[in-house]
């Protein structure tokens, strides 16, 4: 997640609204507008995330983000960042495969793969810590500049997942590039 808030109300840019009259299911609310309710933090978590990306191509940037999202079940965040990603030149076959990386290794490069891979060990911490051996092929892609940048990356996606997951942020509402340019 980039700078997401839903401080105010956004137009529909998906098929289904989840409308009584179109059959789908209806679009739930949003428990809270952290944004609004914390602003300091999302100021912060702007900057945060302004500086983490620095150096980090942006679309192997937006691959680690949706990897993330989609670990973390942040359907906001996979909205924003699949949509980023497309609008980015990303192709469409190359995020869906995304979920499934390790049996489509070959829609990836060896940098790529690295970054993913780190990407799920630093996310699914509880499942134990990040593996030598998978710290060691990202550093063999990345110096160690990259690497730090890539890592905070990470640990940044990871960040906006939580708020949004927790607050039930609603996906669906947002257009490639809403975001940025808004670091405070």
């Known amino acids: ?17 989840g409308t009584a009259t179109d059959g789908y299911a209806p679009e739930h609310t949003p428990r809270l507008s952290w ?5 300091e933090v999302y100021k912060a978590m702007v900057r945060l995330d302004a500086a983490a990306r620095q150096g980090v191509d942006p679309v192997l940037l937006e691959l680690v983000k949706i990897r993330a999202s989609q670990l973390n079940h942040c359907a906001y965040c996979l909205d924003m960042h699949t949509k980023d990603a497309l609008a980015a030149g990303e192709s469409v076959e190359r995020i869906i495969q995304l979920s499934a990386w390790e049996e489509s290794r070959h829609f990836y490069t060896e940098k790529e793969l690295a970054a993913i891979e780190l990407t799920e060990a630093v996310t699914v911490l509880t499942d134990g810590f990040v593996e030598d051996e998978v710290f060691e092929r990202a550093a063999k892609q990345f110096d160690e500049k990259e690497l730090a940048q ?35």
């Open 1 to 17: 997640m980039t700078t997401e808030t839903q401080t105010k109300p956004q137009t529909h840019t998906h098929t289904h609204t």
């Open 35 to 39: 944004a609004e309710q914390a602003p």
């Open 150 to 184: 890539l890592i905070a990356a990470i640990n940044v996606i990871n960040a906006w997942n939580r708020f949004a997951v927790t607050t039930r942020m609603v996906p669906g509402h947002y257009t490639p590039g809403q975001y940025h340019g808004t670091a405070k």
